[in-house]
């Protein structure tokens, strides 16, 4: 029994075994089925979209290469300036290709437009050159690569100009060169060097009109050293100037200005020597040369105010002796050469009052006791003049004014003698309290005062020189708080104090008050 069920179970074992295995390989066959029909659509699809797709594709393996090596060739060939050639190696060939391969390709139209660009930069150089066949070429290829018609127009009629002009080149330079031949280098528009100037402003380039121009400027700068070597400054720096506007970097420039510069160190130190001998119209004439050569030359002007100052004394002398139109030249002169209005007032003053005292010499005798309240009445003011401190200011009621009319009164008379000989003095003492004081203004007036009241007298070289450095000191000083007008009047009042202007402090005053303009 057990044997026969032992035989029954292995054989319903090996039963369901085949049905576990058959239904295995059953599902498996299904299953089978399905996905070669999924691979079967799979392909359909992919051959659908190769079909359709198959020339985007074939552009994009085989195209999109070969259009960044025609960008990269129409760069390089940009950059060295090659812009086109016949052999398609030029940068608007480079970017045609690359723009018919792709036409919406950004970076070759990009590369047209600049191209263009160089070929209208190219053109104007060509015509800077006095090349209008080039220029004419470039800009024949900017036009065809459509450059803004504006720019394009501007330069045609350029090249229209220069083209009408070059028929009249010849005619230009046969002139110049006539000119040159007659030395007539500069000073009109028919002069050498003007003509030459022309042809290069149209032919920057042109051999003849270059050599011309040097030819012309040698001879000017010669000219201007051989005047230099005679006195003639003022020639000579014009002469230098003229060389300079039409070639600064002339090899005879350096050499003709040291010579010019040298004749006018000579000119100044004439004038100074003049001055110094009393011989006002030399030094005058010897310092307007300089400054007709270098019109802001401080020394010269120095000098030139210097001669103002002789020239006001020798009238305050002339008009003393009643010599009255020598007094009057005198006075025009120092107008002339830039004396202060102050100080032409007060000599004129003293000029009218040397005519009083010589009317008051040859009218009849007024009655004493008329001449008596005159004369007192003129100390009086004197004296009040005296106390205020106005020597010489307000014209016409100064001390000074009423001094001179007490002596055109009584000249002998011992109380004008001894105002006259308080009042010397009196002017020195304000000097030097106005001085101590810082009040330059003052102390300048004093200062006049005590020159127009004792001319020649001792102490007042050395006044003037204290007075103009002290101006120098107060200028600095409130330059240093931002008042640059008082600093430039102090500059001014030193100057024509008789201040050495290459002395250290006038110097460092003036590159101060330079440098805080400059920074304005």
């Known amino acids: 029994m057990s044997r026969d069920d032992d035989r029954h179970d292995a054989a319903h074992e090996a039963l369901r075994r085949v ?8 599902l498996q066959a299904r299953h089978a089925r399905r996905i070669w029909r999924w691979a079967a659509l799979v392909a359909v699809l992919l051959f ?19 259009i960044e090596q025609l960008l990269d060739q129409g760069d390089r060939a940009l950059a060295a300036g ?15 290709a690359a723009l018919a391969l792709d036409n919406d390709r950004l970076q070759a139209r990009t590369g047209l437009a600049r191209t263009g660009q160089a070929a209208l930069q190219q053109a104007h150089d060509a015509l800077d050159r006095g090349d209008h ?17 504006r720019d394009a127009d501007a330069l045609a009629q350029q090249l229209r100009a220069r083209d009408q002009a070059r028929a009249g080149i010849g005619a230009l330079l046969g002139r110049a060169e006539a000119a040159l031949q007659a030395q007539r280098l500069d000073g009109g528009p028919d002069s050498a060097l003007p003509l030459f100037q022309q042809v290069l ?7 003849r009109a270059l050599e011309g121009r040097e030819d012309a400027l040698s001879d000017l700068l010669q000219q201007a050293r051989t005047a230099a070597e005679g006195g003639d400054v003022a020639r000579a720096a014009a002469l230098v100037r003229s060389a300079r506007g039409f070639d600064a970097g002339h090899v005879d420039l350096p050499a003709t200005q040291e010579a010019v510069n040298n004749a006018l160190e000579r000119r100044q130190r004439d004038g100074e020597t003049a001055l110094r001998r009393q011989k006002l119209e030399a030094a005058a004439a010897a310092f307007a040369a300089v400054l007709s050569a270098v019109p802001d030359d401080p020394a010269a002007h120095r000098g030139q105010l210097q001669v103002a100052d002789a020239q006001l004394m020798r009238a305050t002398r002339q008009a003393g002796n009643f010599r009255f139109d020598e007094a009057g030249q005198s006075l025009q002169a120092a107008e ?6 102050r100080a032409l007032e007060t000599v004129q003053h003293t000029i009218d009052q040397a005519r009083r005292s010589q009317a008051a010499l040859t009218t009849p005798a007024v009655p004493r006791a008329q001449r008596e309240r005159t004369l007192q009445r003129l100390l009086a003011r004197l004296d009040n003049a005296e106390g205020a401190g106005q020597f010489l200011e307000p014209p016409g009621r100064s001390a000074y004014d009423a001094l001179r ?18 009042l010397l003095p009196a002017s020195r003492q304000c000097f030097e309290d106005r001085l101590r004081e810082n009040r330059v203004l003052a102390a300048g007036a004093c200062l006049d005062a005590w020159q ?4 020649g007298s001792q102490g007042v070289a050395q006044a003037r020189q204290r007075l103009a450095q002290r101006w120098l000191a107060i200028g600095s000083e409130r330059l240093g708080r931002g008042d640059a007008a008082f600093a430039r009047m102090a500059l001014q009042q030193a100057a024509r104090l008789g201040s050495e202007t290459g002395g250290g402090d006038y110097q460092s005053l003036d590159r101060r008050l330079r440098d805080l303009e400059s920074s304005r």
């Open 82 to 96: 090659r812009l086109s050639a016949a052999d398609g190696s030029g940068a608007r060939e480079s970017f045609q």
């Open 48 to 66: 659908v979209s190769l079909a359709l797709l198959r020339r985007p594709l074939a552009n994009w393996f085989w195209n999109e290469p070969q």
């Open 405 to 422: 009319e007490a002596e055109g009164v009584a000249p002998q008379d011992p109380r004008v003698r001894a105002a006259a000989q308080r």
């Open 19 to 26: 049905r576990r295995e058959g239904r295995w390989w059953w």
């Open 201 to 207: 402003a149209l032919m920057p380039n042109q051999l």
């Open 452 to 455: 127009a009241l004792g001319p």
């Open 336 to 341: 002339a050469l830039g004396a202060s209005t």
């Open 133 to 149: 066949v080039a220029a004419s070429a470039a800009l024949g290829l900017a036009r065809d690569l459509q450059v803004p018609q």
